[in-house]
Antibody
Framework: EVQLVESGGGLVQSGGSLRLSCVASGFTFSDYFMEWVRQVPGKGLEWVGL??????????EYAASVKGRFTISRDDSKNSLFLQMTSLKAEDTAVYYC??????????WGQGTLVTVSS | QSALTQPPSASGSPGQSVAISCTGT?????????VSWYQQHPGKAPRLMIY???KRPSGVPDRFSGSKSGNTASLTVSGLQAEDEADYYCSSFTGSKNRVFGGGTKLTVL
């Protein structure tokens, strides 16, 4: 079964840092771009960023709202995706989902992990 | 990158058809063959319903269909059923190598 499981969410103070993880199973993780998408409770989905695979030099792209503060990385040997978040703001409060990018479509999503930034 | 524009709500009676629009620009929807649609029930992760404008993943009922004209993509749900009541989001690849989502549409089955 194709599965993604996020962890690492929690309560953090404004200006603080947090690292989210996403562990994949049931597919060859290294073959796919992987992405982060967030959702403020009761609001819509917002693309956060992506990391390409080894063949594309693990290059990354970020939404303007997080560029310079968030860093996406991956460890293919551990089937893991990471989101390092720094200089957190109240508006970063959201459920963070990891998603498998299968040629520009998210065909697998994790269950999400809630990040709450207190001001 | 601005979010794609969707109507906040849509509704229909069981058995009817309803269409949800997703309007972007010539930098995303207008020039992308990679428009997808997602269904999200409360408290759940999104589910892929349509990809590449009009393709359906296995397991998605053929009541769901997608199309695109110019800068606007559409999701049509035919033969509405109670379980179709959910939030729906469109997404597009953009020319700047990013992705963008619509603001979401809450579909109510009357």
């Amino acid at each position: 079964e194709v599965q993604l499981v996020e962890s690492g969410g929690g309560l953090v103070q404004s200006g603080g840092s947090l690292r989210l993880s996403c562990v994949a199973s049931g597919f060859t993780f290294s073959d796919y771009f992987m992405e982060w998408v967030r959702q403020v409770p009761g609001k819509g989905l917002e693309w956060v960023g992506l990391i390409r695979k080894k063949g594309d030099s693990y290059t990354t792209e970020y939404a303007a709202s997080v560029k310079g503060r968030f860093t996406i990385s991956r460890d293919d040997s551990k089937n893991s995706l990471f989101l390092q978040m720094t200089s957190l703001k109240a508006e970063d409060t959201a459920v963070y989902y990891c998603g498998r990018d299968n040629y520009y479509k998210y065909d697998c999503w994790g269950q999400g992990t809630l990040v709450t930034v207190s001001s | 990158q601005s979010a794609l524009t969707q109507p906040p709500s849509a509704s229909g009676s069981p058995g009817q058809s309803v269409a949800i629009s997703c309007t972007g620009t010539s930098s995303d929807v207008g020039t992308s063959n990679y428009v997808s649609w997602y269904q999200q029930h409360p408290g759940k992760a999104p589910r892929l319903m349509i990809y590449d404008v009009d393709k359906r993943p296995s397991g998605v009922p053929d009541r769901f269909s997608g199309s695109k004209s110019g800068n606007t993509a559409s999701l049509t749900v035919s033969g509405l059923q109670a379980e179709d009541e959910a939030d729906y989001y469109c997404s597009s690849f953009t020319g700047s190598k990013n992705r963008v989502f619509g603001g979401g549409t809450k579909l109510t089955v009357l």
